[in-house]
């Protein structure tokens, strides 16, 4: 069983940058692939970003390409997402998910553990 807890969300205004984290827990996340999606208020959850285990393939949403950054290390069970240039259309919650298959994916059921989430609200 793997355990997904995201931080770092908050409150920030228009072009403004943010890092979320995910740490797992219960066991290791090797040769588990990493995403981040969201979901924003009346609207379905979508991808954000992926990344393999190993680090040496992303895949991004057009929407974010060029201002968020999926990183991950695997020593810590931690991945990361890096967003600048945050606009108001970001605002969602935010959520990591593991992939035990190893696949950068978009589809949301490709995906078998997920987090509870965190809020990002950019401001206008």
């Known amino acids: 069983q793997v355990q997904l807890v995201e931080s770092g969300g908050g409150l920030v205004q228009a072009g403004d940058a943010l890092r979320l984290s995910c740490a797992g827990s219960g066991r290791t996340f090797r040769n588990y692939a990493m995403g981040w999606f969201r979901q924003a208020p009346g609207k379905e959850r979508e991808f954000v970003a992926a990344i393999k285990w190993s680090g040496t393939m992303t895949y991004y949403a057009d929407s974010v390409k060029g201002r968020f950054t999926i990183s991950r290390d695997n020593a810590k069970n931690t991945v990361y997402l890096q967003m600048n240039s945050l606009k108001p259309e970001d605002t969602a919650v935010y959520y990591c998910?593991?992939?035990?298959?190893?696949?950068?994916?978009?589809?949301?059921?490709?995906?078998?553990?997920w987090g509870q989430g965190t809020q990002v609200t950019v401001s206008s």
């Open positions: 998910a593991a992939d035990s298959s190893d696949i950068v994916s978009a589809r949301i059921d490709e995906y078998d553990y």
